[in-house]
């Protein structure tokens, strides 16, 4: 019984970590949108709780957007899925950390090739104002 009850709860504690890995690996699978290929690439920017996170964005199916964040520079940083929309040249991003299961959210819009705009922490109904730049 007591064999059961450990598989168990070691698969309640990765599935959270298999969805989030098939998800980014389906979003490497999918064809980048011609029509807002300036978005697909990495960004840097601030975290809304402080620090720095590295998206890794491509747009896919018209305007979706799948990827992947990095917060931090530490060896170990944290790893988070990215989804979200473009629709012109607003920007809306849902950051993922599944070991948290904490969601952060950004409003972004493209001015003179800088992503600007708010981020919301968990929580947070007013935002804090953010500015990612891009890397290649």
Known sequence: ????????????VLM??????SAFVSA??????PTHS??????????????EIELTLQVVHGNQIKGSGRIGRARRPIRTVVTGAVDEGQVKLVSYNPFSRTTTQFLLSLVNGVLTGKGFAPDDTEGV??????LD
Do not use: H, Y
């Not at 959270?16 to 890995?21: R, Y």
């Open 1 to 12: 019984m007591n064999t059961r009850r450990c598989v168990f709860s070691q698969s309640l």
């Open 16 to 21: 959270p970590f298999l969805i989030a890995l």
């Open 28 to 33: 490497q699978d999918q064809p980048p949108s």
């Open 38 to 51: 300036w978005l697909n690439g990495k960004w840097v920017g601030q975290f809304p709780t402080g620090g």
């Open 129 to 134: 104002e953010v500015t990612f730049t891009k």
